[in-house]
C-alpha cells in the first residue's frame, strides 16, 4: 500500500538464544531520532486513529503480536504484527489503528523525528481531504 511497507531483519540464533540486530540506515530507511515501545495494552484497546504528516516510523512487535489497520482514501489493509525480525515501515499521511495486542505484547517503534504533536492528523475526515491533496499534487510531478 502507498508509503508502506515490510522490512525483514537478520535474526542470529545460537544455542543461547535470539538477537536480531537493527542498523540505522543500512536496515531502516531513515535516520532514526526516537525510540518509543508501547506496552500493557488491553485486548479490546484500539489505540492510534491517526496520521503523521511528515515522520516515518518503523513498528516492531518484539513480543507477542498486534494488528495494525492502515487506511488511505481509496484502500486499506491490515498487517499482523507477530515476528521479532519484521518491521512495518509507515511513512507520511497514512492512517493506522492498532489493536488485537496480545497477552504481554510490546510494540517497539523507530520514529525519524523527535515528538512534535504539530505532526498529528487526528481527525478522519480532515485527513481524507489532506490525503487527497497530497496525492493529487504528487501525481501532477
Ligand atoms: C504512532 C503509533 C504507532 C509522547 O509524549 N512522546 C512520544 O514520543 C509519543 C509517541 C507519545 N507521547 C505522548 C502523546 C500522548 O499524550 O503519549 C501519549 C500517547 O500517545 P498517542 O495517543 O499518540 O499513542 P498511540 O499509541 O495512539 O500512537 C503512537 C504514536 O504517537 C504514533 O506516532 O504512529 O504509536
Not at 511497507?5 to 536480531?20: A, P
Not at 482514501?73 to 515476528?83: G, K
Request: with cysteine; charged share 25%; aromatic share 12%.
Amino acid at each position: 500500500m502507498y508509503n508502506t511497507g515490510m522490512l525483514k531483519f537478520r535474526c542470529i540464533k545460537d544455542q543461547y538464544g535470539h538477537l536480531t540486530p537493527i542498523e540505522a540506515t543500512n536496515d531502516i530507511p531513515f535516520e532514526v531520532k526516537r525510540i518509543y515501545y508501547i506496552t500493557n495494552v488491553e485486548s479490546n484497546v484500539t489505540r492510534g486513529f491517526h496520521s503523521h504528516k511528515k515522520l516515518h516510523q518503523v513498528l516492531i512487535c518484539v513480543n507477542g503480536s498486534v494488528k495494525i489497520r492502515l487506511k488511505i482514501p481509496n484502500d486499506q489493509s491490515t498487517v499482523e504484527l507477530n515476528d521479532k525480525s519484521e518491521g512495518l515501515y509507515i511513512g507520511p499521511m497514512v492512517w493506522r489503528e492498532m489493536y488485537d495486542f496480545s497477552e504481554g505484547a510490546v510494540l517497539l517503534v523507530l520514529a525519524s523525528e523527535h515528538y512534535d504533536e504539530n505532526d498529528y492528523i487526528r481527525n478522519y475526515d480532515f485527513y481524507v481531504n489532506e490525503a487527497k491533496k497530497t496525492f493529487d499534487d504528487e501525481s501532477d510531478i
